[in-house]
C-alpha cells in the first residue's frame, strides 16, 4: 500500500535529475533521495508479500531476476551505510565558432609566341562577425555497471521495474492496490 507512495516520491525525484546534471551536489542528493524512495517502495512490498502465502518467494524471485534492480539496492546500501553515492561524471563540450576565408584566383594565359600574361582577379572575402558558442553537458555513469546508460537511463530503468514488480504483485493479490 505504501509502496504507491514510495514511486511517486522516487518519480519526483527522478524527474529532477535531468535539469540538475550541471550541478553536482545537486544531481547527487537527488539521486540519493531517488536511491532510498525506489528502495523503500521494494521494502513495503516485501513487507505486505510476506505476510501472504508464498508472497516472499514471489518478492525474492523478482527482485533476484533483475540484475538493475539488485544493482541500484546495491547502491543505496552503500550510500546510506558506506559512504555517498558518487558516480563518475563525464564532460562534454561543444565549441561552435565561425571562420574567415579569403581567396585570390591567378590566371596564366600562354600565348603562340611562348609568352606568358599573368592576371590576378582581386581576392575574394568571406567573413562574418566572429561569434563563439560553447555548451557543455555532463553525463554521470556508474564506472562498475556493466550495461549501457547513464546513471539517469539506469534509474528510470529501475524505476519501471519496481512498478512492474508493484502491479504484479497487485495482481496476484500480494499487494493491495
Excluded at 151 to 163: D, G, H, N, P, S
Aim: proline share 4%.
Amino acid at each position: 500500500m505504501n509502496e504507491h507512495a514510495k514511486i511517486k516520491e522516487a518519480q519526483y525525484f527522478l524527474s529532477l535529475l535531468p535539469e540538475l546534471k550541471n550541478d553536482r551536489d545537486k544531481f547527487i542528493h537527488n539521486l540519493s533521495a531517488f536511491l532510498t524512495a525506489g528502495r523503500s517502495a521494494l521494502q513495503y512490498a516485501r513487507e505486505e508479500a510476506e505476510g501472504k502465502r508464498k508472497g516472499l518467494r514471489w518478492y525474492d524471485r523478482h527482485v533476484a531476476s533483475s540484475k538493475i534492480i539488485r544493482f541500484l539496492k546495491e547502491k543505496r546500501d552503500l550510500n546510506i551505510h558506506v559512504n555517498p553515492v558518487s558516480p563518475n561524471a563525464r564532460l562534454t563540450v561543444h565549441i561552435k565558432d565561425v571562420a574567415s576565408f579569403s581567396a585570390s584566383l591567378l590566371i596564366a594565359t600562354i600565348r603562340e609566341d611562348g609568352t606568358i600574361k599573368k592576371e590576378e582577379l582581386s581576392p575574394v572575402s568571406w567573413s562574418s562577425p566572429s561569434k563563439s558558442e560553447v555548451t557543455a553537458t555532463q553525463e554521470y555513469f556508474f564506472p562498475d555497471w556493466a550495461g549501457d546508460g547513464d546513471v539517469i537511463a539506469l534509474c528510470e530503468m529501475y524505476l519501471k521495474e519496481i512498478e512492474t514488480i508493484i502491479a504484479d504483485g497487485v495482481k496476484r493479490g500480494f499487494l493491495t492496490p
